[in-house]
Protein backbone atom coordinates (compact mmCIF):
# COMPACT_ATOMS: atom_id res chain seq x y z
CA UNK A 1 0.00 0.00 0.00
CA UNK A 2 0.99 3.50 -1.19
CA UNK A 3 -0.42 6.53 1.37
CA UNK A 4 -0.50 10.49 1.00
CA UNK A 5 -1.01 12.43 3.63
CA UNK A 6 -1.55 16.28 3.45
CA UNK A 7 -1.54 18.64 5.59
CA UNK A 8 -1.41 21.94 6.88
CA UNK A 9 -4.68 23.38 5.41
CA UNK A 10 -6.94 26.01 7.21
CA UNK A 11 -8.66 29.19 6.90
CA UNK A 12 -6.71 32.21 6.55
CA UNK A 13 -7.45 35.94 5.63
CA UNK A 14 -6.74 37.40 1.84
CA UNK A 15 -2.93 38.12 2.18
CA UNK A 16 -2.11 35.78 4.12
CA UNK A 17 0.37 32.38 4.22
CA UNK A 18 -0.34 28.97 4.75
CA UNK A 19 2.30 26.10 4.38
CA UNK A 20 0.77 22.34 2.96
CA UNK A 21 3.15 19.40 3.67
CA UNK A 22 2.68 16.01 2.06
CA UNK A 23 4.84 12.47 3.32
CA UNK A 24 4.09 9.70 0.77
CA UNK A 25 4.65 6.54 2.41
CA UNK A 26 4.94 2.52 1.57
CA UNK A 27 6.74 0.39 -0.59
CA UNK A 28 8.19 3.21 -2.52
CA UNK A 29 10.95 2.74 -5.06
CA UNK A 30 10.97 5.74 -6.58
CA UNK A 31 8.52 8.74 -7.66
CA UNK A 32 9.12 10.84 -11.04
CA UNK A 33 7.44 13.80 -9.14
CA UNK A 34 5.43 15.05 -6.52
CA UNK A 35 3.10 17.67 -6.85
CA UNK A 36 -0.03 19.77 -5.68
CA UNK A 37 -3.53 20.08 -7.49
CA UNK A 38 -6.45 21.61 -6.49
CA UNK A 39 -10.06 21.93 -6.90
CA UNK A 40 -12.47 24.38 -5.87
CA UNK A 41 -16.07 23.81 -5.91
CA UNK A 42 -17.83 23.36 -9.20
CA UNK A 43 -14.54 23.41 -10.95
CA UNK A 44 -12.18 20.80 -12.64
CA UNK A 45 -9.30 19.56 -10.64
CA UNK A 46 -6.12 21.85 -11.67
CA UNK A 47 -2.38 21.92 -11.33
CA UNK A 48 -0.72 24.04 -8.93
CA UNK A 49 2.93 22.99 -8.71
CA UNK A 50 5.30 20.04 -9.27
CA UNK A 51 8.66 19.25 -8.23
CA UNK A 52 10.03 16.68 -10.79
CA UNK A 53 13.07 14.11 -8.76
CA UNK A 54 15.66 16.07 -11.01
CA UNK A 55 14.26 19.37 -8.93
CA UNK A 56 12.67 20.91 -11.77
CA UNK A 57 9.84 22.65 -11.08
CA UNK A 58 6.19 23.86 -12.81
CA UNK A 59 3.92 26.02 -11.50
CA UNK A 60 0.47 27.50 -12.30
CA UNK A 61 0.33 31.05 -13.73
CA UNK A 62 -2.50 31.60 -10.85
CA UNK A 63 0.01 31.39 -8.39
CA UNK A 64 3.74 31.89 -9.86
CA UNK A 65 5.07 34.09 -7.60
CA UNK A 66 3.30 33.44 -4.48
CA UNK A 67 3.50 29.68 -4.05
CA UNK A 68 6.63 28.01 -3.90
CA UNK A 69 7.11 24.15 -4.03
CA UNK A 70 10.21 22.01 -2.35
CA UNK A 71 11.11 18.84 -0.77
CA UNK A 72 10.44 18.50 2.88
CA UNK A 73 13.15 17.39 5.39
CA UNK A 74 11.82 13.63 4.77
CA UNK A 75 12.64 11.00 1.61
CA UNK A 76 8.99 11.32 -0.23
CA UNK A 77 8.13 14.77 1.07
CA UNK A 78 7.26 17.60 -0.15
CA UNK A 79 5.80 21.54 0.81
CA UNK A 80 4.08 24.24 -0.73
CA UNK A 81 4.33 27.18 0.76
CA UNK A 82 1.44 29.82 -0.49
CA UNK A 83 2.14 33.54 0.30
CA UNK A 84 -0.40 36.21 -0.58
CA UNK A 85 -3.38 33.92 -0.44
CA UNK A 86 -6.36 35.26 -2.66
CA UNK A 87 -9.70 33.99 -2.21
CA UNK A 88 -10.23 32.74 -5.65
CA UNK A 89 -7.44 30.19 -3.81
CA UNK A 90 -9.90 28.77 -2.06
CA UNK A 91 -10.43 24.93 -3.06
CA UNK A 92 -9.05 21.87 -1.51
CA UNK A 93 -5.29 20.47 -2.27
CA UNK A 94 -4.78 17.49 -3.20
CA UNK A 95 -1.51 15.90 -3.28
CA UNK A 96 -0.05 13.59 -6.01
CA UNK A 97 2.86 11.65 -6.21
CA UNK A 98 3.01 11.07 -10.25
CA UNK A 99 4.75 7.77 -11.78
CA UNK A 100 5.45 6.50 -8.52
CA UNK A 101 6.73 2.96 -8.72
CA UNK A 102 5.92 0.44 -6.03
CA UNK A 103 4.96 -2.99 -6.32
CA UNK A 104 6.52 -3.17 -9.43
CA UNK A 105 3.68 -1.26 -11.27
CA UNK A 106 4.38 2.79 -12.07
CA UNK A 107 1.58 5.05 -11.21
CA UNK A 108 -0.05 8.21 -9.72
CA UNK A 109 -1.00 7.84 -6.19
CA UNK A 110 -3.60 10.53 -4.36
CA UNK A 111 -4.27 12.19 -1.21
CA UNK A 112 -7.31 12.48 0.20
CA UNK A 113 -6.86 16.41 0.17
CA UNK A 114 -7.04 19.41 2.84
CA UNK A 115 -9.21 22.14 2.80
CA UNK A 116 -7.72 25.68 2.26
CA UNK A 117 -10.37 28.88 3.00
CA UNK A 118 -9.54 32.33 2.47
CA UNK A 119 -11.63 35.13 3.27
CA UNK A 120 -11.80 38.45 2.17
Known amino acids: QVHLVESGGGLVQAGGSLRLSCAAS????????MGWYRQAPGKQRELVAV???????NYAASVKGRFTISRGNAKNTVDLQMNSLKPEDTAVYYCAALGALAFGTRRDYWGQGTQVTVSS
Open 26 to 33: GSIASINA
Open 51 to 57: LSSGSST
